[in-house]
Every structure is written in structure tokens, then in C-alpha cells.
């Protein structure tokens, strides 16, 4: 029998199942209703607020930087060019700007900061003792290098006059810094597998040294009425006097203090609600379908999943071919690879891969449960999903294609708009971002369509109702991407991406991954509307508590202020809370889908269920454990921008995201798919399974996580700049740390993503065959 539909009041002799199947079946409290409007309502209003202290707390870029004598040195449209120049090069898929970008290149305003420091230290040397500063004694070397802060971090800037005055040393510096570069992108084996000259005119050196020059005076100069730097002293660098601030300490410190608070309150909570299980006692009826009686489009949301197999192994094989670039940029087994496939590309795709078919994977899941939310195949509806999939492969196709051509440079003054942005996650042309757009509001249009049934039904209106909402989050908080331009002050930017990168990802992809996963344990008559229902709402209240406000914590070296360090360090330690809740409940979701009977819907979808738990693990590990690690603002201080962020960013958007898109495949294959099939194809699936878990422990066990600590030891030791820069990455001990990863890709390539395209081809044609 249905938990939901008991109705008898418990006496005092009846048992604690029969206590909890009646507290099942009375309706949920409006209280989490109030708690979850409160939860977004307070977070968005904060968010908010942070977002608009960017345009105030950016720091300026002067209308004309010039040097003691008042000759003009750059502009501020010098800056903004030199900004655009970075991206259509797709540098930010080399490099880093304070601390955002990729990872075989330097950080570009880092390098720049220090050779400014070294610069100094020169001059000042030859004016006091007329010779260099490494022909001085320790005592020497000592006192000029303890001037050299004390003359960068003096802000010389008017801003009556919005003019940046240099002094002798840093005007030289600037002068030197075109030549610098020329040599970076002279050769791949320089700059991490880049074109050879990728950028080597003298304007377009230029343009590129006052960008990075400007960004580098942000980050020394104090803001005004303060003792921190715009970029709250990042870089590390104690040449130039930048070191961590107070606040940094300060604020890590009670961001434990929120979240061991946090922890306790949700444990206590829980504790006093022992029913708020991912089971029920009493199963409710499972209502999946057979594969005789899947529907049309069902049916044909088969090829949306050999899609995601096609794209996920190319995601994969891409991936192999940036970590070859890693450990050795310079030749790819006599074969000079940059002449077609430069790292720059090679990243971007990687990126956009990984989100195309993330997303595939998740619309088809979409789909599918809406149909069987709906109960009935609606006229046209197998159409429309057929149109979808033309307009999802076109943005797809289209835009990877666009992408390559605007870094081969075949429309430059057009690449904004048709071929690479340029910013990192969100590189596509602005054009296909529109496309995206309008695409994933029709998906949410036929989605809602095949939904609409089960909102007439009082029993499944509420939790359909919350599939909808989840669905329409999508694409409506994907419009801040469209919200700037190559121009836009990178503070302001910065801000914007993280709107897409954390929250629409992190936040609005989490609920919907959710609600989905409640969705299919409903269908498979795991768990009760209700408890369903609960499961998501409490999810909602956890990730949102933190999650909002959190998404600052990728804004504390972007330009904004403590302001921002300090809420967000707080809240995005709550982040861990719900990963917490959800290992410590690990083992009902285990326990509910092991104890079944042959034949029965839990052994059907066995495979689904295992991705599903893989999403839990990688969850706490990836998202909580490694998430936590770089989050709090003193670690993520030294660490931003080292192989610790890829090493969290494989854990927790492959292993999260990447496997429950795969679970939602699994679970359409499987629909689609009779016994005796579906058994002559489940060990490829069985294979991918584990060869994707293991190959990802192996990728972050023996690469990632090694690789990352040996630069945090690095930038604590000899400065970020320096953790960084070629000398170290390029070094014998990086080097064999980059090659230590290819095991790890080999085992995820060819046992996880080519047996489960293999699988999805294989459930195609059997489906077409049988049609």
C-alpha cells in the first residue's frame, strides 16, 4: 500500500512502522514552504547586494597612466583592448588573471607584479651602490629589497584627474614588458602548448602589457582608507610587500565556526526527525513503465543519449590531450599538435564539452520523467522532441565549430559574437549563447507540456510542481551570462561568471539533479510523493543556505572587498552541511536500493542506482572534502589557480553532475531495453562504471591532488608568481607528476567512456530495429 494514503490515527499500542506510515501520510507543513522562501529570499538579497558593490569596488581603471614627466604610458582604452585582445587569444584558457583562468600558463598580473618588484630592486641598486642587485652582499640585498614595497604600494593615482602617475621604476618596467611576452609566445614549449608568435606585433604587445600592467598595480596599491590591496593583497608576493591580510585569517577562522554550527543544528534537527529518510517503510507502487510501453518519444530521446556518450568521449580524449600538454608542451610524439589543436582550443573544448553534454544527459532525464510525471503522449510531442534535439545538436556542433574558427583567427573583429568569448566556462560566441537560450526555454516549454497532466492530480501536483520549478531555473539563471561584454571591467565580469559557474551549476543544477533523483525513487516505488517531496525541500533549504552568499567565495581576489570575504567565507563553509547529511544518510539510500527482491523495479534499474550512489560519494569527497579544502580565504589564498582547483573541479563536476547525467541515461537505456537485451549489454555499462570511478580516483590520487600540495608548498615558499610560472610546472618533479595522470585517463577512456558509448549505440539500433 501507498505511505500516502494511511489515514488511521496511532494508538499507543501500535508499532513505530505503523506511527511513521500515518506521519506519512498527512500532508507536509506550509512551514517548509515559509523556510525555503526565506532561505532564497534572504541569500538573493545579499547575493545582490555583494553584486552591486562590485561597480562601486572595482578598482579603477585611469583614463591615462603616465610617468613622472607626464608622458603617456597607456590608456584606459589601451586596458579594455588589451582585454579583449587576452580573450580572443583564448589566454584565459592558458592563463590566469587574479587567479581565474587555466593552468599550463602563468598568472599573467602575477608574473608581471614580480618582474615590477625585480625591476625596483635593479634600479634602486645601481642608484645606491651603482651595481646590480645580485652583485650586492646579504646586508645590501636586505635594505634596498626592504624599499621596494614601500614604493609600489604607494597609490599614486588622481581620481580628479583620473590619471595614474608611475614611478621612474615602474614606468621601466612597463616598457620591458612587451619584450617579456614576445619571448612567452615565441614558442609552445614557453607558454604551454600555444601557437608559436601567437601574439608578436608591437601594437598588440602593447596592448597586452597595459592590461596585465594595470591588473598588476591593482593588486599592490592599497584602496582608499585601507591597508589592503583591491585584490585583498593577492598575489603572495613578499617582494613586493603583498601578504595575506588579517581578514583573511579572521574570516577562515569563522568559517569553521559556521560550519561545525552549522553541522550541529542540521544533526539535531534530523536527530528529532529520524522519519526524514531516503525510505519508506512501506514501498509505494511502482509505477515504471514496461519497454512495450514506451512512448514514442521516449523512444526517441534514445539518440539524445548516444549524443552524450559521442560528446562525453571527446570530452575525455580532449581532457588526455590537455594533460599531455601539461607534462610536455613542446611535442606531442614527434608531432606538433599546437598547428591544429593548440592548448588554448583544446581547453576551451574541454569546458564546453563537458557542459554540453552534462546538459544533453539532463534534458533527456528531463524529458523522459516528465512524460512518465505526465502519463499521457500528448499529440506533436514526439515531434517537438525531435525538433529539440536538431536545435541542441546545431548550438552544439555549431558553436565548437565557431569556436576553432575564431581562435584561428578567421573572423577576429566578429569572434565576440560568432566565435569564442574568450571567458572561461562561458566561451561560446554570444550569438550561440542566445541560441542556448531560446533552446533550453523550449526544452523547459516541452517539458511543462508532457508535466501538465500530473498537475491536475492533487497527490502528484506538489511534487511536479517542484520538477517545474527546478526545470525553470535552468535557463533563467543562465541570462547572467549575456550580462557583459569583452569590454566590461573584469571585476564586474568576474562577478557575473560566477553567477553561471557557482550558482546556476552548483545551485540550480544540484535542486534539479534532486528532484530528479526523488522523481525516479518515486517512480520505482522506493519512497512515498511525500517523503519525496520532503527529501527535495529539505536539499533546497541546505543548498541554498550556504550556496547563495557562498558564490562570493570565488570573488575574494577579484577585485572586490572585505566586505564580500566576509560573508562569503562564512556562508560557503555551510556549502559542507548538506554533503555532510547526505554520507551520514548514504547508507538508507544503500539499504533501500539493496533490499529488493528479484525481478522487482530496484533490481531493474540496479545500474542506475549505482551511478546514483556515485553521486553521493563523489558529492561528499569532491564537493565537500576538496571543496572545503580551497574554500576557506587563507588556503584559497596560496591555492587559487594550482592544480587543487582541477583537482575539486574533476571530483565534483564529473563525479556529481557527469555521473548523474550518466545515471539518467542509464536510466532511458534501460526503458528502452526488454531482459534478454538489456542483459547481453549490461556488463559494457557494468565496465563503465567502474572504470570511470576508478580512473578518476587514479586521475586525482596520482596527479591532481600531488600536484596541487607541490604548489601550495611552492607559492608559500618562493611566492605565487613563482608556483606558477613556467620554471616550476615545466620542472622534472611536474613533469612526472603530469605523466603520472595518463593511467588514470587511459582507465577512464577506455574502460568508461567507449564501453558506455558502445552501450547507448548498441540500445539504438536494437530500439530502432524493434520500431
Not at 153 to 158: A, H, L, Q, S, T
Not at 298 to 324: D, E, P, R
Given at each position: 500500500?501507498?505511505?500516502?494514503?494511511?489515514?488511521?490515527?496511532?494508538?499507543?499500542?501500535?508499532?513505530?512502522?505503523?506511527?511513521?506510515?500515518?506521519?506519512?501520510?498527512?500532508?507536509?507543513?506550509?512551514?517548509?514552504?515559509?523556510?525555503?522562501?526565506?532561505?532564497?529570499?534572504?541569500?538573493?538579497t545579499m547575493l545582490i547586494i555583494i553584486t552591486c558593490k562590485?561597480?562601486?569596488?572595482?578598482?579603477?581603471?585611469?583614463?591615462?597612466?603616465?610617468?613622472?614627466?607626464?608622458?603617456?604610458?597607456?590608456?584606459?582604452?589601451?586596458?579594455?583592448?588589451?582585454?579583449?585582445?587576452?580573450?580572443?587569444?583564448?589566454?584565459?584558457?592558458?592563463?590566469?588573471?587574479?587567479?581565474?583562468?587555466?593552468?599550463?600558463?602563468?598568472?599573467?598580473?602575477?608574473?608581471?607584479?614580480?618582474?615590477?618588484?625585480?625591476?625596483?630592486?635593479?634600479?634602486?641598486?645601481?642608484?645606491?651602490?651603482?651595481?646590480?642587485?645580485?652583485?650586492?652582499?646579504?646586508?645590501?640585498?636586505?635594505?634596498?629589497?626592504?624599499?621596494?614595497?614601500?614604493?609600489?604600494?604607494?597609490?599614486?593615482?588622481?581620481?580628479?584627474?583620473?590619471?595614474?602617475?608611475?614611478?621612474?621604476?615602474?614606468?621601466?618596467?612597463?616598457?620591458?614588458?612587451?619584450?617579456?611576452?614576445?619571448?612567452?609566445?615565441?614558442?609552445?614549449?614557453?607558454?604551454?602548448?600555444?601557437?608559436?608568435?601567437?601574439?608578436?606585433?608591437?601594437?598588440?604587445?602593447?596592448?597586452?602589457?597595459?592590461?596585465?600592467?594595470?591588473?598588476?598595480?591593482?593588486?599592490?596599491?592599497?584602496?582608499?582608507?585601507?591597508?589592503?590591496?583591491?585584490?585583498?593583497?593577492f598575489p603572495y608576493d613578499n617582494l613586493v610587500g603583498n601578504?595575506?591580510?588579517?581578514?583573511?585569517?579572521?574570516?577562515?577562522?569563522?568559517?569553521?565556526?559556521?560550519?561545525?554550527?552549522?553541522?550541529?543544528?542540521?544533526?539535531?534537527?534530523?536527530?528529532?526527525?529520524?522519519?526524514?529518510?531516503?525510505?519508506?517503510?512501506?514501498?509505494?507502487?511502482?509505477?515504471?513503465?514496461?519497454?512495450?510501453?514506451?512512448?514514442?518519444?521516449?523512444?526517441?530521446?534514445?539518440?539524445?543519449?548516444?549524443?552524450?556518450?559521442?560528446?562525453?568521449?571527446?570530452?575525455?580524449?580532449?581532457?588526455?590531450?590537455?594533460?599531455?600538454?601539461?607534462?610536455?608542451?613542446?611535442?606531442?610524439?614527434?608531432?606538433?599538435?599546437?598547428?591544429?589543436?593548440?592548448?588554448?582550443?583544446?581547453?576551451?573544448?574541454?569546458?564546453?564539452?563537458?557542459?554540453?553534454?552534462?546538459?544533453?544527459?539532463?534534458?533527456?532525464?528531463?524529458?523522459?520523467?516528465?512524460?512518465?510525471?505526465?502519463?499521457?503522449?500528448?499529440?506533436?510531442?514526439?515531434?517537438?522532441?525531435?525538433?529539440?534535439?536538431?536545435?541542441?545538436?546545431?548550438?552544439?556542433?555549431?558553436?565548437?565549430?565557431?569556436?576553432?574558427?575564431?581562435?584561428?583567427?578567421?573572423?577576429?573583429?566578429?569572434?565576440?559574437?560568432?566565435?569564442?568569448?574568450g571567458w572561461e566556462y562561458l566561451e561560446l560566441g554570444r550569438?550561440?549563447?542566445?541560441?542556448?537560450?531560446?533552446?533550453?526555454?523550449?526544452?523547459?516549454?516541452?517539458?511543462?507540456?508532457?508535466?501538465?497532466?500530473?498537475?491536475?492530480?492533487?497527490?502528484?501536483?506538489?511534487?511536479?510542481?517542484?520538477?517545474?520549478?527546478?526545470?525553470?531555473?535552468?535557463?533563467?539563471?543562465?541570462?547572467?551570462?549575456?550580462?557583459?561584454?569583452?569590454?566590461?571591467?573584469?571585476?564586474?565580469?568576474?562577478?557575473?561568471?560566477?553567477?553561471?559557474?557557482?550558482?546556476?551549476?552548483?545551485?540550480?543544477?544540484?535542486?534539479?539533479?534532486?528532484?530528479?533523483?526523488?522523481?525516479?525513487?518515486?517512480?520505482?516505488?522506493?519512497?512515498?510523493?511525500?517523503?519525496?517531496?520532503?527529501?527535495?525541500?529539505?536539499?533546497?533549504?541546505?543548498?541554498?543556505?550556504?550556496?547563495?552568499?557562498?558564490?562570493?567565495?570565488?570573488?575574494?581576489?577579484?577585485?572586490?572587498?572585505?566586505?564580500?570575504?566576509?560573508?562569503?567565507?562564512?556562508?560557503?563553509?555551510?556549502?559542507?552541511?548538506?554533503?555532510?547529511?547526505?554520507?551520514?544518510?548514504?547508507?538508507?539510500?544503500?539499504?533501500?536500493?539493496?533490499?529488493?527482491?528479484?525481478?522487482?523495479?530496484?533490481?531493474?534499474?540496479?545500474?542506475?542506482?549505482?551511478?546514483?550512489?556515485?553521486?553521493?560519494?563523489?558529492?561528499?569527497?569532491?564537493?565537500?572534502?576538496?571543496?572545503?579544502?580551497?574554500?576557506?580565504?587563507?588556503?584559497?589564498?596560496?591555492?587559487?589557480?594550482?592544480?587543487?582547483?582541477?583537482?575539486?573541479?574533476?571530483?565534483?563536476?564529473?563525479?556529481?553532475?557527469?555521473?548523474?547525467?550518466?545515471?539518467?541515461?542509464?536510466?532511458?537505456?534501460?526503458?528502452?531495453?526488454?531482459?534478454?537485451?538489456?542483459?547481453?549489454?549490461?556488463?559494457?555499462?557494468?565496465?563503465?562504471?567502474?572504470?570511470?570511478?576508478?580512473?578518476?580516483?587514479?586521475?586525482?590520487?596520482?596527479?591532481?591532488?600531488?600536484?596541487?600540495?607541490?604548489?601550495?608548498?611552492?607559492?608559500?615558499?618562493?611566492?605565487?608568481?613563482?608556483?606558477?610560472?613556467?620554471?616550476?610546472?615545466?620542472?622534472?618533479?611536474?613533469?612526472?607528476?603530469?605523466?603520472?595522470?595518463?593511467?588514470?585517463?587511459?582507465?577512464?577512456?577506455?574502460?568508461?567512456?567507449?564501453?558506455?558509448?558502445?552501450?547507448?549505440?548498441?540500445?539504438?539500433?536494437?530500439?530502432?530495429?524493434?520500431?
Amino acid at each position: 500500500m501507498n505511505a500516502d494514503s494511511h489515514s488511521s490515527t496511532p494508538g499507543p499500542n501500535q508499532s513505530e512502522e505503523t506511527i511513521k506510515q500515518v506521519s506519512n501520510s498527512k500532508p507536509l507543513s506550509n512551514w517548509w514552504k515559509i523556510l525555503i522562501a526565506f532561505v532564497m529570499v534572504y541569500g538573493f538579497t545579499m547575493l545582490i547586494i555583494i553584486t552591486c558593490k562590485a561597480y562601486d569596488d572595482k578598482p579603477p581603471i585611469p583614463a591615462q597612466v603616465v610617468d613622472e614627466n607626464g608622458n603617456t604610458l597607456f590608456t584606459k582604452e589601451d586596458v579594455q583592448k588589451g582585454q579583449e585582445l587576452f580573450l580572443r587569444n583564448g589566454l584565459m584558457d592558458n592563463g590566469t588573471v587574479w587567479g581565474h583562468g587555466a593552468y599550463l600558463g602563468p598568472d599573467f598580473p602575477a608574473l608581471t607584479l614580480n618582474r615590477m618588484g625585480k625591476t625596483t630592486q635593479n634600479m634602486l641598486s645601481e642608484k645606491a651602490y651603482n651595481k646590480p642587485f645580485t652583485e650586492l652582499n646579504s646586508s645590501e640585498q636586505a635594505l634596498i629589497t626592504s624599499q621596494v614595497p614601500s614604493i609600489l604600494k604607494e597609490n599614486r593615482y588622481d581620481p580628479k584627474s583620473d590619471t595614474l602617475t608611475f614611478t621612474p621604476y615602474e614606468a621601466v618596467a612597463f616598457k620591458d614588458e612587451p619584450a617579456h611576452w614576445k619571448e612567452y609566445f615565441r614558442t609552445p614549449v614557453n607558454n604551454g602548448g600555444l601557437k608559436a608568435n601567437l601574439i608578436e606585433t608591437d601594437k598588440d604587445l602593447h596592448l597586452l602589457s597595459s592590461y596585465f600592467t594595470w591588473a598588476a598595480w591593482a593588486s599592490v596599491v592599497p584602496r582608499p582608507g585601507e591597508d589592503y590591496s583591491y585584490t585583498n593583497n593577492f598575489p603572495y608576493d613578499n617582494l613586493v610587500g603583498n601578504l595575506p591580510h588579517a581578514g583573511a585569517y579572521v574570516w577562515s577562522v569563522a568559517s569553521v565556526i559556521f560550519l561545525l554550527g552549522g553541522i550541529g543544528l542540521i544533526l539535531f534537527i534530523l536527530g528529532k526527525n529520524p522519519d526524514w529518510e531516503w525510505h519508506s517503510n512501506t514501498l509505494a507502487k511502482p509505477q515504471t513503465i514496461t519497454p512495450s510501453q514506451i512512448s514514442p518519444s521516449q523512444g526517441s530521446l534514445i539518440k539524445f543519449v548516444v549524443v552524450v556518450g559521442i560528446l562525453f568521449l571527446a570530452q575525455t580524449l580532449v581532457g588526455g590531450g590537455i594533460a599531455h600538454y601539461q607534462a610536455d608542451p613542446g611535442d606531442f610524439y614527434g608531432f606538433d599538435l599546437t598547428l591544429i589543436f593548440p592548448s588554448s582550443l583544446l581547453r576551451t573544448w574541454h569546458l564546453q564539452l563537458a557542459i554540453f553534454w552534462i546538459a544533453t544527459g539532463f534534458a533527456a532525464g528531463g524529458l523522459f520523467l516528465a512524460r512518465m510525471l505526465g502519463g499521457i503522449e500528448f499529440k506533436g510531442q514526439r515531434l517537438l522532441t525531435n525538433i529539440l534535439f536538431i536545435a541542441f545538436a546545431i548550438v552544439i556542433f555549431g558553436s565548437l565549430l565557431s569556436e576553432w574558427a575564431g581562435l584561428s583567427r578567421w573572423w577576429q573583429d566578429a569572434s565576440f559574437w560568432l566565435g569564442s568569448q574568450g571567458w572561461e566556462y562561458l566561451e561560446l560566441g554570444r550569438i550561440w549563447q542566445y541560441l542556448l537560450i531560446v533552446g533550453l526555454l523550449a526544452w523547459f516549454v516541452v517539458v511543462a507540456r508532457a508535466s501538465k497532466p500530473a498537475l491536475q492530480n492533487r497527490e502528484t501536483r506538489p511534487l511536479t510542481r517542484m520538477f517545474l520549478v527546478a526545470a525553470f531555473a535552468i535557463p533563467f539563471f543562465y541570462l547572467p551570462a549575456i550580462f557583459f561584454t569583452g569590454q566590461t571591467h573584469y571585476t564586474v565580469v568576474d562577478t557575473w561568471r560566477f553567477w553561471i559557474i557557482h550558482l546556476w551549476v552548483e545551485g540550480f543544477f544540484e535542486l534539479f539533479a534532486t528532484t530528479m533523483v526523488a522523481l525516479i525513487f518515486v517512480e520505482l516505488g522506493l519512497i512515498s510523493r511525500k517523503i519525496g517531496l520532503r527529501i527535495i525541500y529539505l536539499d533546497a533549504i541546505l543548498i541554498f543556505m550556504g550556496g547563495i552568499i557562498g558564490t562570493g567565495h570565488h570573488w575574494y581576489f577579484s577585485g572586490q572587498s572585505q566586505f564580500n570575504m566576509a560573508l562569503s567565507g562564512c556562508f560557503s563553509a555551510l556549502e559542507v552541511v548538506p554533503l555532510v547529511i547526505l554520507c551520514m544518510q548514504g547508507y538508507s539510500f544503500i539499504k533501500t536500493a539493496d533490499n529488493s527482491q528479484e525481478g522487482s523495479s530496484v533490481v531493474k534499474f540496479k545500474w542506475t542506482l549505482r551511478y546514483l550512489m556515485a553521486v553521493g560519494f563523489w558529492n561528499f569527497l569532491g564537493a565537500g572534502v576538496f571543496g572545503f579544502l580551497i574554500n576557506m580565504p587563507i588556503v584559497s589564498y596560496f591555492e587559487i589557480g594550482t592544480y587543487l582547483t582541477p583537482n575539486h573541479g574533476h571530483a565534483a563536476m564529473f563525479g556529481v553532475f557527469g555521473f548523474l547525467a550518466l545515471g539518467l541515461c542509464t536510466f532511458v537505456l534501460r526503458e528502452a531495453c526488454d531482459d534478454t537485451f538489456w542483459h547481453k549489454i549490461e556488463k559494457y555499462i557494468a565496465t563503465a562504471f567502474w572504470g570511470l570511478n576508478i580512473g578518476l580516483l587514479m586521475m586525482i590520487v596520482c596527479s591532481l591532488l600531488p600536484g596541487g600540495f607541490a604548489q601550495i608548498w611552492d607559492a608559500i615558499n618562493n611566492g605565487y608568481w613563482h608556483a606558477r610560472s613556467s620554471e616550476f610546472t615545466r620542472s622534472e618533479m611536474m613533469s612526472l607528476i603530469g605523466w603520472l595522470r595518463m593511467p588514470g585517463d587511459l582507465v577512464f577512456i577506455i574502460f568508461g567512456a567507449i564501453p558506455f558509448l558502445f552501450a547507448s549505440v548498441r540500445v539504438f539500433f536494437h530500439y530502432m530495429k524493434k520500431k
